[in-house]
């Protein structure tokens, strides 16, 4: 399942930032593959409808969001931890 | 040129169903906020809004009237009734054929769509009334106050996103002091408080969950409002010979294009406006006193505005008092300027500067006099009042004491 939440992370954020997913490393920025907050903002809504969760994200305070965006690996882990919480 | 004045004002949004009590509401600081109460809020993330609760349009319209007035003509056509009375114009002759009305609106008849298209996917009805679209029309509005009023000149609708009744009140001026009309009934009115509307908004991410606060470090986001304000613009030579009590005098107007990007605002676009509009009243800086900002409370908007009027006033930034009224009634869309447009008037006719509620803490990057959460008594003279809209599209009107 780790694999695979990775994975689909991955092809999402390659398919917004026009890459190929081997070219996406989990300790880059979202900013540093050209990504900005729009292209965030359509990027939370790809992983919320292929994973079925709720992302909390609020494009005026994403520093203060809970939800960790600050690279590929943490967006990773935010996401499975929310598959986690919102499993219930 | 001619100069034109403002002879009637009339205004439903969530603060007040009519001019006093809006402006009553806006100098106690009240906040029209609240919680959402509309078919399926449920399922939103976002529920509150400055939505009107006591809007009783059965009470005020009759059945053949309901069957063709959308939620926006609705509240366009009893803040008309308020202005056109209070102008005292009736038109007829000469003066309906020189006379017209430009609406702002946004979203039309959303809440007409809204309900169809529920009953069309939702439900599987395979039928809809027949009346579907000249009630969600974006110009239905329009057409009703110039068919209920024997308005017969240039009549239309601007959309504009959130600078709609800007640009529908500029054009109104316009068209006076180019001497071709002699009255002109604009403003703007929406009405997006419905599922699909706020529905549509959430995915942006913009929205708070909790409170409007332009220009507070910690504001969260904007907050939806609806409603309308409908004014009468006259040729001030044609009001004064009639005796019209005349509530203020429109003098300037500009409009630019931030030619950037689709939702993020640019500073320069917003300045250009602004110094155009100082430009085209023939405005020393120094004489403005009040700023109704466009103040969404977005992280983006304010901080962009607040370095917006200090590019455009320079030094005098330090001195003008600058507002944001959405923190009372909410964000109106396309009939926001229109609402805005009524707490210049009263700095302007009352001395009164409506407030920016829900302030709490200081923004080093909206370091401006924004009147935070109480109104102030203070004499102006000269007011602007700012919209800039998604898509980059910027409007700003400025106005004078009566004459």
């Known amino acids: 399942m780790a694999l695979d939440v990775k994975d689909k992370i991955i092809e999402i954020i390659a398919e917004q930032a026009v890459?190929?997913?081997?070219?996406?490393?989990?300790?880059?920025?979202?900013?540093?593959?050209?990504?900005?907050?729009?292209?965030?903002?359509?990027?939370?809504?790809?992983?919320?409808?292929?994973?079925?969760?709720?992302?909390?994200?609020?494009?005026?305070?994403?520093?203060q969001s809970e939800f960790d965006i600050s690279s590929v690996a943490a967006i990773v882990k935010a996401v499975q931890g929310l598959i986690e919480d919102q499993k219930a | 040129?001619?100069?034109?004045?403002?002879?009637?004002?009339?205004?439903?949004?969530?603060?007040?169903?009519?001019?006093?009590?809006?402006?009553?509401?806006?100098?106690?600081?009240?906040?029209?906020?609240?919680?959402l109460n509309f078919r399926d809020v449920d399922r939103l993330a976002i529920k509150?809004?400055?939505?009107?609760?006591a809007w009783d349009a059965e009470g005020q319209f009759n059945r053949q009237q309901m069957a063709l007035y959308d939620r926006f003509t609705q509240f366009t056509l009893v803040a008309a009734q308020q202005a056109i009375g209070q102008s005292g114009l009736e038109f007829a002759g000469e003066l309906a054929l020189r006379s017209g009305v430009i609406l702002g609106t946004s979203g039309g008849g959303l809440?007409?769509?809204?309900?169809?298209?529920?009953?069309?996917?939702?439900?599987?009805?395979?039928?809809?009334?027949?009346?579907?679209?000249?009630?969600?029309?974006?110009?239905?509005?329009?057409?009703?106050?110039?068919?209920?009023y024997n308005?017969?000149?240039?009549?239309?609708?601007?959309?504009t996103a959130c600078a709609s009744s800007n640009h529908a009140m500029g054009q109104a001026f316009n068209m006076i002091r180019c001497g071709m009309s002699t009255a002109m009934i604009t403003g703007g009115s929406e009405s997006m408080l419905c599922f699909g509307g706020v529905k549509?908004?959430?995915?942006?991410?913009?929205?708070?969950?909790?409170?409007?606060?332009?220009?507070?470090?910690?504001?969260?986001?904007?907050?939806?409002?609806?409603?309308?304000?409908?004014?009468?613009?006259?040729e001030m030579e044609h009001a004064q010979k009639r005796g019209a009590?005349?509530?203020?005098?429109?003098?300037?107007?500009?409009?630019?294009?931030?030619?950037?990007?689709?939702?993020?605002?640019?500073?320069?676009?917003?300045?250009?406006?602004?110094?155009?509009?100082?430009?085209?009243?023939?405005?020393?800086?120094?004489?403005?006193?009040?700023?109704?900002?466009h103040g969404t409370g977005t992280a983006a908007n304010d901080k962009t505005e607040c370095a917006a009027v200090a590019d455009a006033l320079g030094a005098h930034a330090d001195n003008i008092m600058?507002?944001?009224?959405?923190?009372?009634?909410?964000?109106?869309?396309?009939?926001?300027?229109?609402?805005?447009?009524?707490?210049?008037?009263?700095?302007?006719?009352?001395g009164i500067i409506a407030p920016t509620i829900n302030y709490e803490e200081p923004d080093p990057e909206c370091a401006l006099d924004v009147v935070p959460n109480e109104a102030r008594d203070a004499k102006v003279d000269v007011a602007l009042s700012n919209a800039f809209a998604f898509g980059g599209l910027n409007a700003v009107l400025a106005l004078r004491k009566a004459p």
């Not at chain 2, 002879?7 to 007040?16: F, P």
């Open chain 1, 19 to 63: 890459l190929d997913p081997s070219d996406v490393s989990l300790d880059q920025t979202l900013e540093a593959l050209g990504i900005d907050s729009l292209g965030l903002v359509e990027s939370i809504f790809a992983i919320e409808e292929a994973f079925d969760i709720t992302v909390p994200f609020n494009a005026n305070e994403p520093d």
């Open chain 2, 1 to 35: 040129m001619k100069r034109v004045v403002i002879t009637g004002a009339g205004t439903v949004n969530a603060l007040g169903l009519d001019v006093p009590s809006t402006l009553a509401a806006m100098a106690e600081g009240k906040c029209g906020i609240g919680d």
């Open chain 2, 48 to 53: 509150i809004g400055g939505q009107i609760h």
């Open chain 2, 111 to 148: 809440t007409t769509q809204d309900d169809n298209y529920r009953m069309v996917y939702e439900e599987g009805k395979n039928r809809v009334h027949p009346f579907v679209v000249p009630k969600l029309m974006n110009n239905a509005a329009c057409s009703h106050v110039s068919m209920e």
């Open chain 2, 151 to 159: 308005i017969k000149g240039p009549c239309y609708t601007v959309a």
């Open chain 2, 200 to 234: 549509a908004w959430e995915g942006l991410r913009v929205m708070s969950k909790d409170a409007c606060r332009p220009f507070s470090l910690n504001r969260n986001g904007m907050v939806q409002g609806e409603g309308a304000a409908v004014f009468v613009f006259e």
């Open chain 2, 245 to 293: 009590e005349i509530l203020a005098e429109v003098i300037g107007f500009a409009m630019t294009s931030d030619a950037s990007d689709i939702v993020m605002p640019s500073k320069q676009g917003a300045a250009r406006a602004i110094s155009g509009a100082i430009t085209d009243a023939r405005l020393n800086k120094d004489e403005i006193g009040y700023i109704n900002a």
């Open chain 2, 322 to 350: 600058i507002s944001s009224t959405k923190s009372m009634h909410g964000h109106l869309i396309g009939g926001t300027g229109a609402v805005e447009l009524l707490a210049c008037i009263m700095a302007l006719k009352d």
